[in-house]
Nanobody, 124 residues
Framework: QVQLVESGGGLVQPGGSLRLSCAAS????????IVWFRQAPGKEREGVSC????????YYADSVKGRFTISRDNAKKTVYLQMDSPKPEDTAVYYC?????????????????WGQGTQVTVSS
């Protein structure tokens, strides 16, 4: 069973930067694709980004494209979400999850393990 632990959340000012981490353990063979989600109070869960097992393919939600960057270090079994120029509307609990692969419906279904989430608050 894969276990995921998110970290790096906190308070950041609009226009600042923050890096989230998703540390994985328990991969039996090849690492999975990793998806970042977020959920703000009173809103539906939103897919933020996906990265393939090799790191060679990435997907982003339109709302974060050009501001967030997903990356991974398979030697450390860690996926990162670099948040640059965050906006107040990026405030949410951010979760990571495993998926077999990204693909065009990377945000929709097929998630096998979830982390506990890390709170990100964007405010001045």
């Amino acid at each position: 069973q894969v276990q995921l632990v998110e970290s790096g959340g906190g308070l950041v000012q609009p226009g600042g930067s923050l890096r989230l981490s998703c540390a994985a353990s328990g991969f039996s063979s090849e690492p999975n694709a990793i998806v970042w989600f977020r959920q703000a109070p009173g809103k539906e869960r939103e897919g933020v980004s996906c990265i393939s097992s090799s790191g060679g393919t990435t997907y982003y939600a339109d709302s974060v494209k050009g501001r967030f960057t997903i990356s991974r270090d398979n030697a450390k079994k860690t996926v990162y979400l670099q948040m640059d120029s965050p906006k107040p509307e990026d405030t949410a609990v951010y979760y990571c999850a495993t998926r077999f692969r990204c693909g065009s419906l990377w945000y929709a279904f097929g998630f096998s393990s979830w982390g506990q989430g890390t709170q990100v608050t964007v405010s001045s």
